[in-house]
């Protein structure tokens, strides 16, 4: 899988991309034909504790799934935006075993 990561702010922002990456490792073990993974990573400026955005996209065969999420931290965002992918994922492989 061809894991993207991007930011509009990128000198501004620490980026964990280590994390991103072994968070992300593991769907290829979930399902073996996801094709690429984008994720966009923004830091917004405003008084509201949850200023980190995070969306990613998942591109498999016949489909493309979307997540994302806002936190306090790039963490807590990515944990959610994980979680949500993960069970997308096993919805769209069950859905692809119902119609064989």
Same mark, same amino acid.
Do not use: W
């Given at each position: 899988?061809?894991?993207?990561?991007?930011?509009?702010?990128?000198?501004?922002? #620490?980026?964990?991309?280590?994390?991103?990456?072994?968070?992300?490792?593991?769907? &290829?073990?979930?399902?073996?034909?996801?094709?690429?993974?984008?994720?966009?990573?923004?830091?917004?400026?405003?008084?509201?504790?949850?200023?980190?955005?995070? !969306?990613?996209?998942?591109?498999?065969?016949?489909?493309?799934?979307?997540?994302? &999420?806002?936190?306090?931290?790039?963490?807590?965002?990515? &944990?959610?935006?994980?979680?949500?992918?993960?069970? #997308?994922?096993?919805?769209?492989? !069950?859905?692809?075993?119902?119609?064989?």
């Amino acid at each position: 899988m061809n894991l993207h990561i991007e930011s509009p702010h990128k000198d501004s922002i #620490q980026i964990p991309e280590p994390l991103i990456h072994k968070k992300f490792e593991h769907f &290829d073990k979930l399902y073996d034909r996801i094709e690429y993974c984008n994720v966009v990573l923004h830091k917004e400026k405003s008084d509201d504790k949850k200023s980190f955005f995070i !969306e990613a996209s998942l591109k498999v065969p016949r489909s493309t799934l979307f997540s994302s &999420d806002r936190g306090e931290t790039f963490e807590i965002a990515l &944990d959610k935006v994980v979680n949500n992918l993960e069970n #997308q994922l096993r919805r769209h492989k !069950e859905k692809l075993r119902a119609n064989r």
